[in-house]
């Protein structure tokens, strides 16, 4: 008996293994504090905490990899994390910016995003457990990934921070945008995952030079850098569609045109003489 309850006894887990959860905390409340700023009138501290949240998200996925360490704890807690980080928060800034003008019809897409962004979380959640995936989508997202959509939902307002521009307050715009990008994180667009990229020696040198680039562009011009960054994923959208449809046919192909497995010969019974006994 005292073996059993001592073999039942959970042991005590180091410090280090704790990271993780820590960074979704952190970007949980990073989330919330954006909020909070939105109800002020602070817009780009809101917004600004809405992108430190997604940074905490990047940290807390690789830093349980990096150490393996998963645990079903940590996957509930990333996702709820996700949805108020990415999916309420983002969505209650853009409505109280510019939606709000038109009162129902804006906070319709705003709770039209945040659902969309619980059902895209809850399929990704549910995908995790299929196996026998194919292989190519191993370098895909189905969907827009949550903290992308949140970018791709704050871009007007980062690009009006940069250039002051009136016209990206305008609520036709934000409404179009949120609706769409709300569609295109339930929809089964394919979207590149950083997640195995890889580089090759010989471009190691220029992804460091340019990621140098970004680096000194973000420190001088944040905004006009954030905006750019959205720009391009928007361009990358329908790449990541062709390229995947080109993976996916590709594997297809090579299923079919394996060699079928070598069959065992067949024996044939040999016919007994016939007797010469009368």
């Known amino acids: 008996m005292l073996l059993q309850r001592r073999s039942r006894t959970p042991r005590n887990r180091p410090l280090l293994h704790l990271v ?11 989330g919330l504090t954006g909020i909070r700023y939105a109800l002020d009138g602070r817009w780009e501290l809101a917004v600004a ?9 990047g940290l807390d996925g690789r830093s349980a990899r990096m150490l393996k360490i998963t645990s079903k704890l940590g996957a509930e ?52 457990e299929q196996p026998d995936k194919p292989r190519w989508t191993l370098w895909f997202f189905t969907g827009v990934p949550a903290p992308a959509a949140a970018g791709l939902a704050l871009l007007p307002m980062m690009a009006h921070f940069a250039s002051g521009a009136t016209l990206f307050r305008s609520w036709a715009l934000n409404a179009v945008l949120l609706a769409a990008v709300a569609c ?23 992804t460091m030079l340019t990621c140098g680039v970004v680096v000194v562009a973000f420190v001088t011009e944040p905004w006009w850098t954030l ?30 045109e394996a060699p079928a497995p070598p069959t065992a010969p067949r024996v044939v019974p040999m016919e007994r003489p016939p007797s010469r006994n009368p």
């Open 20 to 30: 993780p959860n820590m960074f979704t905390v952190l970007g949980l409340c990073a």
């Open 49 to 57: 905490l809405i992108i430190v949240a997604g940074v905490l998200d």
């Open 77 to 128: 807690l990333d996702s709820l994390a996700d949805f108020l980080s990415f999916g309420v928060g983002p969505a209650l800034i853009v409505y109280l910016w510019t939606l709000r003008d038109v009162r129902g019809v804006g906070w319709a897409l705003a709770m039209l995003f945040a659902t969309c962004c619980a059902l895209r979380l809850a399929r990704f959640n549910s995908e995790l």
């Open 184 to 206: 295109l994180m339930v929809s089964r667009l394919p979207t590149f995952s950083l997640k195995r990229l890889r580089i090759r020696p010989d471009l190691v040198l220029p």
């Open 227 to 256: 905006s750019a960054v959205g720009v391009v994923y928007l361009l990358a959208l329908p790449v990541g569609f062709v390229v995947a449809r080109r993976m996916r046919m590709a594997e297809e192909a090579s299923r079919t």
